[in-house]
């Protein structure tokens, strides 16, 4: 079992950055890999990044590349989602996730989801 938890969410303005962290217990990460989620109001859970920890592939939507970096701290078993330029489409619950799988963009193939964490970008 792997416990994950979200935090570093809040309210912030267009073009401003926020630094998401997803803290795992009950296991290392070294053999999931590890995705960002988000849901909007209305709509479907999208995928946002993964890290595939081997052999550390990563992979972003279209709608957030160049913006997002998703990174590990190994020491901490944390994985981070640093968010920079926001934008107010980039309003949403984000979902840290964990999978089995290789690596994979669709959340059907993970096993452990966090709480989620809100992101408000006020214009």
């Known amino acids: 079992q792997v416990q994950l938890v979200e935090s570093g969410g809040g309210l912030v303005q267009v073009g401003d950055s926020l630094r998401l962290s997803c803290a795992a217990s009950?296991?290392?990460?070294?053999?999931?890999?590890m995705g960002w989620f988000r849901q909007a109001p209305g709509k479907e859970r999208e995928f946002v990044a993964a890290?595939?920890?081997?052999?550390?592939?990563?992979d972003y939507a279209d709608s957030v590349k160049g913006r997002f970096i998703i990174f590990r701290d190994n020491a901490k078993n944390t994985v981070y989602l640093q968010m920079n330029s926001l934008k107010p489409e980039d309003t949403a619950v984000y979902y840290c996730?964990?999978?089995?799988?290789?690596?994979?963009?669709?959340?059907?193939?993970?096993?452990?989801w966090g709480q989620g964490t809100q992101v408000t970008v006020s214009s």
């Open positions: 996730a964990a999978s089995l799988a290789v690596y994979s963009p669709f959340s059907t193939a993970y096993v452990y």
């Open positions: 890290f595939s920890w081997s052999p550390g592939r990563r």
């Open positions: 009950g296991q290392t990460l070294g053999s999931y890999t």
